[in-house]
């Protein structure tokens, strides 16, 4: 089932993307800048996620964000990621013209002053602390992070590499960084619901065309050096459990080969019958839960294996047990029942994502900044054209000891 949409472009280079939806009485407005962590200064990270909140903080002329919001239906939220930051609001279709004039309000004049700085300061501090360091393996992301990457920024993770970079904040660094980042040029508008495109384009130009914003940055960031040793750090946390992470490198989102990649961790950890967990949860249980992934970052990025041990599983047996299932994967190919199989289970994931409106207005979104909202509907194409020999190929190509990074989180209550 394809998405239809149509796509325009406005005056000041806002990207338009409408997608009809006449299954629904809501619709949706999602707003993706082309900025994440990747663009942070090193000396000031945590900025992009910083703007998360600030976005709700109120703009200049609408002091309460939700306020109005909440009095039309809608709701509203927002995540930021290494590679962008996209806001979403859902509100009943009657209500379009609110969420627009909204979202329209923040990008055209946010709120800065010390006061909204200081709030939104505070809240991500507190934020960092209960999230990454009073939770249990909260810190991971901190840790892992910089032992992955050693020059792309990609190193520090959203909230940032130190919070001082974010208790430090002058205000004009903050108000730099906006409008650095935050223009219509560097923006996709996707707006969903049963209305006829002529008046969503006509709302778009009206509540959007005449904010004009010179856009000068141009990403040019540091490559990640190809890795040539296995890098490993040990700590020992007050945790419940042993936890093991290895991670290797991997192509970037516009790559071929990354549908192989996502592809190879479903094989591996995708629900019950996957292969990580029949051999060392089920049948040799070694861990309580295994699980492999893909970093899904838009440059360079990682394939993790991580891995909660059983209190009685050595760490040794454990790292062992994982890198024998990896080297399988180097010499026997996938049979075509088990490449069936996940297929499957991908092709119903996408039939899924495909029901809801949101879920819809944000694929959209991140595919145009991929190139082209079209490849949204070419997806499980991507994926049926993935064989036992491209497992092979990249399995051989990727696990290899020099380019693993590991963590071994131990728990201080076991041996």
Request: glycine residues 4%.
């Amino acid at each position: 089932m394809n998405i239809t949409f149509s796509k325009h472009v406005l005056s000041n280079n806002l990207r338009l993307i409408f997608h009809k939806d006449v299954s629904t009485p809501f619709a949706v407005v999602n707003m993706l800048y082309d900025v994440g962590a990747r663009d942070e200064n090193p000396e000031r990270t945590g900025f992009a996620h910083l703007f998360e909140h600030l976005m709700f903080g109120g703009s200049s002329n609408i002091p309460s964000f939700d306020t109005p919001l909440q009095k039309a239906g809608g709701e509203n939220n927002a995540f930021t990621t290494n590679d962008i930051t996209n806001y979403y609001i859902t509100v009943p279709a009657d209500n379009i013209e609110t969420a627009l004039w909204l979202e329209s309000d923040r990008l055209l004049q946010l709120d800065f002053s010390e006061k909204a700085l200081d709030v939104q300061r505070k809240v991500v501090i507190e934020e960092f602390n209960q999230r990454y360091l009073n939770q249990p393996y909260g810190n991971i992301p901190l840790l892992f992070s910089p032992l992955c990457y050693k020059t792309h920024p990609y190193q520090w993770p959203t909230i940032g590499k130190d919070i001082s970079h974010i208790e430090g904040a002058t205000l004009q660094e903050v108000q730099d960084f906006y409008f650095k980042h935050y223009n219509p040029a560097n923006a996709i508008l996707v707006i969903a619901g049963n209305f006829e495109e002529e008046y969503i384009v006509e709302l778009a130009e009206k509540w959007f065309g005449n904010i004009k914003r010179p856009h000068n940055y141009q990403r040019n960031l540091p490559k990640e050096p190809v890795q040539t040793e296995a890098r490993r750090l040990e700590v020992v946390q007050d945790v419940p459990q042993h936890t093991i992470m290895i991670a290797y490198p991997m192509c970037n989102r516009f790559h071929r080969d990354y549908y192989t990649f996502d592809f190879l961790t479903d094989i591996l950890s995708r629900g019950n019958s996957a292969r990580l967990t029949q051999a060392l949860v089920k049948k040799q249980p070694l861990f309580s839960s295994l699980d492999a992934y893909i970093s899904g970052s838009l440059d360079e990025g990682q394939i993790i294996v991580r891995g909660e041990l059983l209190p009685e599983t050595s760490i040794e047996n454990a790292e062992k047990a994982i890198l024998k299932q990896l080297e399988l994967l180097k010499t026997e190919p996938i049979p075509d029942a088990e490449m069936q199989k996940i297929l499957n289970q991908i092709e119903t994931s996408h039939t899924f994502q495909h029901i809801s409106i949101l879920n819809k207005a944000m694929n959209l979104a991140i595919f145009e900044l991929l190139g082209d909202a079209e490849m949204v509907n070419h997806e499980a194409e991507k994926y049926k054209k993935v064989t036992p020999n491209d497992i092979l190929r990249i399995s051989n190509h990727t696990f290899i000891p020099e380019k693993s990074s590991t963590l071994v989180y131990k728990s201080s209550h076991l041996k």
